[in-house]
């Protein structure tokens, strides 16, 4: 008997618009060659969202996802990317500006006015076209690590589909409970009181055996200054793989361990 050959999986953390730092942990990971044209072969690479905001070239990070994305694909591997609640604030502040707060709001949180300067119409289509929440390879995938996705449906499908009917309509209610509810975040930490039921029943109700998130940097939940590999905890239920590229992180890949 021979395993079947799996393809690495492999999980890449909040960015938050620190392009430079991406490229030298790509390169250093062996996933992009020195003229940044994507090398990973069948990897399948998740993105965890949060692109935009605090570092100044958010757009430059998208544009070089969206690019691999091609590139992977043309070599049998895949690119994909969860929504984060800084994509929602920066197509919020985009389509609204002052309206509802929005725009003050983003500032507020690191808006790059040079990123809402070079936004295109193919950035802000692949923006709001981000799923949610995915389950792959047995792992449930969200941005956030927090519970309030329940809201919005019973599957990962109904999740996805009623979070993009916000990002497509103009009800800035919406758009505001929304981002009101990604301030949610570490709601599966053993530290908090059921902590670890609610990782649990979280994942009971969307499948998965492990919760994989960013949002919350590492250094929020350990005293590591610039963490190289992701946090395991929860009783092995929840992964942050979010190193805080903002606070100083170098950042790391996660490569999922059967
Ligand atoms: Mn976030």
Redesign the pocket.
Known sequence: MTEPNTPPLIFIG?IHGQRDKLVALLLREGLIRDDLVWNGGEAQVWFM??FFDRGEDGIGVVELIMRWQREAGTAGGSINALL???EILFLAAQRFHDEGGFFAAWRRNGGQLRDMELIRKQHLAWLRNLPAMALVANRLLI??DAIFYRDYGATIPAVNEAIAAILRNDDIGAWTRLLDQFSERMTFTPSRAEGIIRASEFLRRYGGRQIIH??TPIQYLSDQLDPQAALVYSINLCVDVDGGMYLGGSGFVHRLSP
Do not use: E, L, W
């Open positions: 909040d969202g949060d984060g609640n800084h941005h956030a960013g949002h």
